[in-house]
């Protein structure tokens, strides 16, 4: 397993995407999904040029990050639980899941202590999978305008876990619904609120994300290799 090869082909493949559809690949951001492996693994990859890293869980994100060094910027992927908000406070740059007006108030407090502002995403569940989570379509403008009023907490996008299909085309209209949401909540222009992110794509379906608009791709096992 070359990480560093992986990598390449993995930016080749994103740029080639991009020129398909006319986009810049300067506007897609490769977020290595290194949940489940080493603080190695990721030092690796930092190594072929990766700086972005995404972490699924608490303990193995507070674990692992004190063993890779500057320059790294991480991100928070999975369900987060408000008891351990705490925990990140002030630790990653971007939380993908936020789902709930509770765990926003909860990363609103969490961040306000530090006197800064945390940037997350709204998960969004449009497969009504009860096993993902994520806010449903019709409940996203009501938490976004509960959201707004946080003064510690600044919105930048949606983020999308859609049905696993084998046949990536299959999984095309959750992307295109994801991006019209995104749309919808741009013209309310709600204080606190951009749109700039759409974080959609995994190792199998990140070519037809980004030709529906991700701007960051969650990339793991065709980075890394099968979890450990």
Request: proline residues 5%.
């Amino acid at each position: 397993m070359n990480i560093a090869d992986n990598l390449d082909r993995i930016r080749a493949e994103i740029a080639a995407a991009c020129t398909r559809c006319g986009r810049d690949p300067a506007g897609v951001r490769l977020v290595a999904v290194s949940k489940t492996h080493p603080a190695d693994a990721v030092r690796a990859a930092q190594a072929a040029g990766q700086r972005l890293f995404g972490e699924n869980y608490v303990q193995e994100f507070l674990a692992k990050a004190d063993g890779v060094a500057p320059p790294v910027e991480w991100h928070f992927l999975g369900h987060l639980q408000s008891n351990k908000v705490k925990s990140l406070a002030g630790r990653v740059t971007l939380i993908h899941s936020l789902d709930r007006l509770s765990l926003a108030e909860e990363i609103d407090r969490q961040w306000g202590k530090l006197g800064r502002t945390a940037e997350v995403l709204v998960e969004v569940n449009l497969g009504g999978e009860a096993s993902k989570g994520g806010v449903d379509a019709a409940g996203l403008e009501p938490l976004l305008r509960q959201v707004a009023a946080l003064p510690h907490l600044g919105v930048r996008g949606l983020m999308l876990l859609p049905p696993y299909l084998d046949d990536p085309e299959a999984v095309r209209p959750f992307f295109r619904r994801l991006r019209e949401l995104a749309g919808a909540i741009d013209r309310l222009q709600l204080p606190g609120v951009t749109m700039h992110e759409l974080s959609m794509g995994m190792s199998h379906d990140f070519h037809v994300a980004i030709e529906e608009g991700a701007t960051l791709v969650r990339v793991g096992t065709a980075i890394f290799g099968e979890r450990e």
